[in-house]
């Protein structure tokens, strides 16, 4: 069964990590991926966000192939860390 939640709750849980800085690779991942969430909608009918965008829209890439492949061995990391954090949070 599919999680549903609503814009309010990925706002909420954005504003509740405090990351401190705006520029830090955690709160650029989060801004990344609430920049999907566009409408109330959108958390029913996206079903997922290319990792690759992310990628660029985190490391600002561009669309440089070999920068986006280095940068994807960190991306892994990276979201590991976030889930942590989110985890922390909502244990």
Do not use: C
Not at 17 to 35: D, F, G, N, P, Q
Not at 64 to 77: A, M, Q, V, Y
Request: hydrophobic share 35%; net charge negative; glycine share 2%.
């Amino acid at each position: 069964m599919a999680i549903t939640f609503k814009l309010q709750d990925i706002d909420e849980a954005i504003e509740n990590l405090h990351y401190k800085s705006e520029t830090t690779l955690k709160a650029r991942l989060l801004k990344a991926v609430r920049h999907y969430y566009i409408e109330e909608a959108s958390s029913e009918s996206l079903q997922a966000i290319d990792t690759e965008d992310l990628v660029q829209a985190v490391w600002d890439t561009g669309a440089d192939p070999e920068l986006i492949k280095t940068k994807r061995k960190n991306f892994s990391s990276l979201k590991s860390s976030v889930n942590s954090d989110l985890k922390k949070l909502y244990t």
